[in-house]
């Protein structure tokens, strides 16, 4: 029986974890939303918690985004404090930390290369996608980002690297399904029968267009809201109105959701439009089959269709943990390349 591995992801919103015992099968997952910008010194506790909540470890892959944070003058900075944070919540514990180039490497030797070490979790999902689908596109969509990912031979075709070469190379498209603000993502809406202009304020984000369409529910809004309420369908269909200068007294439920859908829709042409521009790179290498992961699967799917792929959940593959493909991805490499020494 195989000692359990904790599979971390450390982002800027949000810390995934995933404990794997003897095979995928038993992958357990939990997620902690942690505004990392505003509270840094709870990065510790948190991963305390969480791996408590899971059962503990010994053994433990570590990737992360939250370098990325502002509260962080450099992602060197940021890959460091993420380090140290390990070292204070785990002191008996020496994490595997995943690098862009698909290897792992000790904490001491993540240290000497954090730009190496910096968002590299997607590498990490493609690579495991990689061993079942040899010819895929990756399409992850999380509450904040998507990744579009492909995969050639058996092989991470991606251009990018680092993240400005990503998001030139449209293999990262930031929008996600839930901390994206509207404003971000349209510059107008439908009301009335005519487009009306959005106020460019973070009054309502993406998790309140999918809480109105029943896309998601309270538990899944797992991010601060906008105004500080609660995640209720109305009060998330108020902060829609408030977009367009107006409340739920002044604007019916059918505007609404007519907003919502037409949010919906700007969403899938961005990710889609990432999807075709990796297309037009690879030419006639572009695999037809996407497989779809992370919060807002319904999203990379939608997208997926738009831009005439088939497609493939990974949540057949990954069940819950398909939600953290990353957390999971580097638990499972770890376990693989210790079973090869």
Request: aromatic share 4%; hydrophobic share 50%.
């Amino acid at each position: 029986m195989r000692a359990p591995i904790l599979g971390w992801d450390v982002g800027g919103a949000n810390v995934k974890a995933v404990r794997l015992c003897d095979s995928a099968d038993t992958l357990e997952v939990v997620e902690r939303p942690l505004a990392l910008w505003r509270e840094p010194h709870r990065l510790a506790p948190v991963l305390a918690e969480v791996a408590r909540d899971l059962g503990g470890a010994q053994t433990m892959a570590v990737t992360m985004t939250a370098e990325l944070a502002d509260c962080f003058a450099t992602k060197r900075e940021g890959v460091a404090f993420v380090l140290d944070a390990f070292g204070a919540a785990f002191p008996g514990v020496a994490p595997r930390v995943y690098a862009v180039d698909g290897r792992f490497r000790s904490v001491r030797e993540a240290r000497e290369c954090p730009l190496d070490i910096a968002a590299a979790n997607w590498m990490a999902a493609a690579a495991l996608v990689a061993r079942t689908c040899p010819d895929a596109v990756l399409i992850d969509v999380g509450s904040t980002t998507s990744d579009v990912i492909p995969i050639v031979a058996g092989r991470v075709a991606a251009s990018g690297r680092t993240d400005p070469e990503r998001l030139a190379s449209g293999e990262l498209v930031y929008t996600g399904a839930l901390r994206t603000p509207i404003c971000a993502i349209v510059r107008s809406l439908p009301l009335g029968g005519r487009r009306c202009r959005v106020a460019a304020e973070r009054f309502a984000i993406a998790a309140d267009v999918y809480r109105w369409l029943d896309r998601i529910e309270d538990g899944d809004y797992t991010c601060d809201t906008p105004d500080g309420r609660g995640r209720s369908r109305p009060e998330a269909g108020a902060r829609l109105a408030r977009m367009v200068g107006a409340d739920l007294d002044m604007i019916g439920a059918g505007d609404i959701t007519a907003m919502a859908e037409c949010v919906t829709q700007a969403q899938v042409r961005q990710i889609a439009g990432g999807i075709r521009q990796v297309r037009r790179r690879l030419g006639t290498a572009f695999p037809r089959l996407a497989v779809v992961a992370g919060q807002g699967a319904f999203l990379a799917e939608a997208a997926a269709r738009a831009a005439g792929l088939a497609t493939r959940s990974l949540a057949a593959e990954l069940g819950s943990a398909a939600r953290a493909a990353p957390a999971a991805a580097v638990a499972l490499l770890l376990a693989e390349s210790e079973e090869r020494r």
